[in-house]
């Protein structure tokens, strides 16, 4: 059983930093491309960030120099670094888990976690 769980979010000050962490389980881990999805109130579900099983990163140009996106495969996480936070960047935060090419297995979310920035 594949889970994905998040934490970190909360309420914060524009300019302000948050961090983020996914725990994975029920995958093997170092195989799969992880991703952060945000979903901002009343628009579209959109790609944050990711980092692929062989460590190649991609950022959204609108976090680009603000998120850092890392992973520890030794203990299953990916972690989502933000700074110079925006009222824009408020949004529930998905994590998600695609299978590389040596695995078989589905795509994976988590359950969300909200991210305020308001003064």
């Known amino acids: 059983q594949v889970q994905l769980v998040e934490s970190g979010g909360g309420l914060v000050q524009p300019g302000g930093p948050l961090g983020l962490s996914c725990a994975a389980s029920?995958?093997?881990?170092?195989?799969?491309?992880m991703g952060w999805y945000r979903q901002p109130p009343g628009k579209q579900r959109e790609l944050v960030a990711s980092?692929?099983?062989?460590?190649?990163?991609y950022y959204a140009d609108p976090v680009k120099g603000r998120f850092t996106i890392s992973r520890d495969n030794a203990k299953n996480t990916v972690y989502l670094r933000m700074s110079g936070l925006k009222p824009e960047d408020t949004a529930v935060y998905y994590c998600?888990?695609?299978?590389?090419?040596?695995?078989?297995?589905?795509?994976?979310w988590g359950q969300g976690t909200q991210v305020t920035v308001s003064s």
């Open positions: 029920g995958i093997a881990f170092s195989f799969y491309s």
């Open positions: 980092i692929n099983y062989g460590g190649s990163i």
């Open positions: 998600n888990a695609r299978p590389g090419p040596r695995v078989v297995g589905a795509v994976s």
